[in-house]
Nanobody, 116 residues
């Protein structure tokens, strides 16, 4: 059984920063692509950033220049550094990982609120 646990969410003022973490546990061989999604109230879940096993990254336009995704394969973890946060970044953030020879798993989500 694979589990993903996110942490690092919270309430910050506009212009602030947060670093989200996602740690995987369980029977894991290799983790291929890791992703971060977010879902604001009333909106569809959207892809924010992804990183392949070779650390090739891709970002939503809204995240480019402000967010940085990274990974630590030894720790089976991914991270999302978010800078220059805006109120429109408020959402529940979910991590997602493709486990080789298994399936894609999701975390439970962590709330990020940007407000003064």
């Amino acid at each position: 059984q694979v589990q993903l646990v996110e942490s690092g969410g919270g309430l910050v003022q506009p212009g602030g920063s947060l670093r989200l973490s996602c740690a995987a546990s369980g029977s894991i061989s290799v983790i291929d692509t890791m992703r971060w999604y977010r879902q604001a109230p009333g909106n569809k879940r959207e892809l924010v950033a992804s990183i392949t096993q070779r650390s090739n990254t891709n970002y939503a336009d809204s995240a480019k220049g402000r967010f940085t995704i990274s990974r630590d394969n030894a720790q089976k973890s991914s991270y999302l550094q978010m800078n220059s946060l805006k109120p429109e970044d408020t959402a529940v953030y979910y991590c997602n990982m493709d486990i080789r020879n298994d399936e894609t798993y999701w975390g439970q989500g962590t709330q990020v609120t940007i407000s003064s």
